[in-house]
């Protein structure tokens, strides 16, 4: 399963994105499932209140819930970050306990997760 990170989702819906229809073309064709996760839906349910309005779209995408063993998790990742001298957004150690703890692919532009993937993260290229 392929977790999707939210500027992915975001170039994917932006009907004027080259890069978005190449994203979701990359998706289709690994015939895998998708998803995202809570955190990244209050993301993007965020984005929509306050620009666009219209979220029926974005609440189809299935959504992983944040579990206390992901905060378990999450807590350990951005603690072992900041100790490598490679602290990350709280929001990203979350997201990656999530596709961690759920055997998910982690489909994102931002660079900050490859620090995670000493702890077994996936990243979907």
């Known amino acids: 399963m392929i977790l999707l990170d939210t ?46 309005k219209d979220s029926r779209l974005v609440l189809q995408i299935p959504a992983l819930e944040y579990s206390k063993k992901d905060s378990e998790l999450s807590a350990f990742l951005e603690l072992n970050a900041e100790r490598k001298g490679k602290a990350v957004p709280r929001m990203d150690a979350i997201v990656a306990s999530i596709a961690i703890n759920n055997g998910c692919s982690l489909y994102t532009l931002d660079k900050h997760f490859e620090v995670f993937i000493d702890n077994d993260l996936k990243l979907f290229k």
């Open 7 to 52: 500027d992915v989702i975001i170039e994917v819906l932006d009907k004027n994105s080259d890069k978005g229809q190449v994203f979701l073309l990359k998706i289709i064709e690994s015939e895998e499932e998708y998803c995202t996760s809570s955190v990244n839906m209050h993301e993007l349910l965020y984005g929509i209140e306050k620009y666009s």
